[in-house]
């Protein structure tokens, strides 16, 4: 999870889909993000034809694949290009403040940008524009962050339901809005194993230890864990914390948003971790870039620290203690190891190869479920949102290793 320090405004990148570049950017994409930067080296997908014919048939058709890696949207990329479709994306707006180069590219590969953290009216209305037209699916990751573990879900953003049943509402000529479960998974080569040692070893001496190869992985790995653990507590509320690592996470997760909150008036209908922080970044940028009123100097800075509290909350929120103990296979090993690095190295580290298994599960007919009242115009966001929650939690868990 990378840290969004920063007090930028915020400006909408629209698409710019060029069908040369998209060639190119293929290219690129296959060869240097999958092969090299990721190391993708096969993808195993199923249930993509089904896709491919409902855009064929000219329907609406919005993708939402769980985001467990940064290598997501390129792996769904290059299936969709597999399947002669011509995908849109929807991006953060971080991805697009790389440089202006980056959001060129991003651009004419169809990507768009979003604020998470705000009402994004502009990247909700070319949703929608995308979707009525049809023929091309819309992309879009309802998790919101990259939290590095495989098999399970962080609570769905209610936005991508609420899109797709505008959507819905709206269409004619026979067409139809078609919600599709994306399932995806990551398996290392058994080689990996093999690094752990001094990957560990590394991140050890990231914090001042001396690494211990010795002990067996998972009591290293759960070493490393409490002990970065401390430090943020130790950091934030001046003791390290006591009970379970579960306990602990919650804990802190909960004292740095409440201690920021203080300073803010809570969203009522902000009810998770995730959005009671994506409340507070947009509250603290907007102060941030208040033009008639800007913050002193000192205010911004304890306005930048808030951003960090609330950063460190959603870090202490994306780890779940018992991922690893409750099934500690080599995969789990090394997201975990992988979540480690990039949180204290700044990226993680990809030093074997990896198959991807991708399912696009049954699409769920969201015009069919709207007409026969099973959804309810009003309100429908909800249990819309539930009902993909459960059926890629059930794709997810059905991918065999």
Not at 17 to 38: C, F, Q, T
Not at 66 to 83: A, F, K, Q, T, Y
Not at 184 to 189: E, G, I, P, V, Y
Not at 378 to 398: H, S
Request: aromatic residues 6%; neutral net charge; proline residues 7%.
């Amino acid at each position: 999870m990378r840290r969004l320090r920063n007090d930028l405004p915020y400006t909408f990148r629209p698409p710019h889909a060029n069908s040369v570049l998209r060639s190119l950017g293929l290219l690129v994409n296959r060869r240097v993000h999958l092969a090299r930067k990721y190391q993708i080296w096969k993808i195993e997908d199923d249930g993509f034809g089904r896709v491919r014919d409902l855009c064929g048939d000219g329907h609406s058709v919005m993708l939402a694949p769980n985001h467990s890696d940064h290598s997501d949207p390129h792996v769904i990329m290059e299936l969709l290009s597999r399947n002669g479709m011509r995908p849109y994306f929807m991006g953060a707006r971080e991805i697009f403040e790389v440089s202006r180069l980056a959001a060129w590219a991003l651009q004419s590969m169809g990507v768009f940008s979003v604020d998470r953290d705000g009402p994004d009216l502009s990247a909700i209305k070319t949703a929608i524009s995308l979707l009525e037209r049809g023929a091309d699916p819309l992309v879009i990751f309802p998790e919101g962050e990259i939290y590095h573990h495989h098999r399970r879900l962080d609570p769905l953003n209610e936005g991508v339901a609420s899109i797709l049943l505008k959507v819905a509402q709206r269409l004619a000529d026979g067409k139809k809005a078609f919600l599709v479960p994306v399932a995806l998974r990551f398996f290392h080569d058994p080689s990996v194993e093999s690094t752990f040692r001094d990957r560990l070893s590394k991140l050890e001496d990231r914090i001042g230890w001396l690494p211990k190869p010795s002990m067996s992985l998972n009591d290293r790995i759960l070493r490393l864990a409490t002990g970065v653990l401390a430090l943020k507590e130790t950091e934030y509320l001046g003791v390290a914390g006591s009970g379970s690592i579960q306990e602990r996470l919650s804990q802190l997760c909960e004292n740095m948003l409440s201690i920021v909150e203080e300073r803010y008036p809570r969203d009522a209908r902000a009810a998770t971790p995730p959005e009671r922080v994506r409340a507070l970044r947009y509250r603290i940028r907007r102060r941030l870039l208040d033009p008639e009123n800007p913050p002193s100097l000192e205010n911004r800075e304890i306005l930048l620290d808030d951003l960090d509290r609330v950063f460190t909350a959603l870090q202490a929120h994306s780890y779940i203690g018992d991922y690893l103990t409750g099934d500690p296979t080599i995969d789990r090993c090394g997201e975990m190891i992988m979540k480690l690095e990039e949180d204290l190295l700044g990226f993680p580290t990809y030093p074997v190869g990896r198959t991807a298994r991708v399912t696009a599960g049954e699409p769920i007919p969201v015009s069919d479920l709207l007409a026969s009242g099973k959804i309810p115009v009003k309100g429908g966001a909800i249990p819309l949102t539930e009902l993909l929650e459960r059926q890629l939690t059930d794709y997810l868990v059905g991918i065999e290793s």
